[in-house]
């Protein structure tokens, strides 16, 4: 069983992911800086602070090939499966997801519970 401060830690590297919304790059930088502060005091909060790293670099780079994609069909007028809207509007639902998947996360481990984040590259093992 894992402790209070534990589990706090834990949502507090999940839920960082959130810095996204106030600066680039922030929801991969603050969880793997909050990670790093953490991670030698268990082998829970490494556990759950690599995930949250390895999750959120996912992310970005599934968003940088969707926005990529749409962009480039665009931008040199190739027909695409998409068309504008409807690749912006795959872009707002994988943030809608993401935003449900971080808060489902933070929740989980808040309650002492072990949480994997589906579709995740372990980039960091």
Known sequence: MNS???????????ISAFASYFFPLGGVIAPLIFWQVKKDESAYIDEQGREAVNFNLSF?????ILGLSIFST?????PNFFGIF?????VVIL???RFVLII???LKVNN???YKYPLTIQFIK
């Open 4 to 14: 209070k401060n534990e589990s706090s830690s834990a949502f507090l590297i999940h």
């Open 60 to 64: 970005l780079l599934y968003t940088f």
């Open 74 to 78: 665009s931008f040199f007028h190739f």
């Open 86 to 90: 409807g690749g912006i509007s795959v």
């Open 95 to 97: 943030g809608i997801v």
């Open 104 to 106: 489902q996360a933070a």
């Open 112 to 114: 002492n519970e072990y």
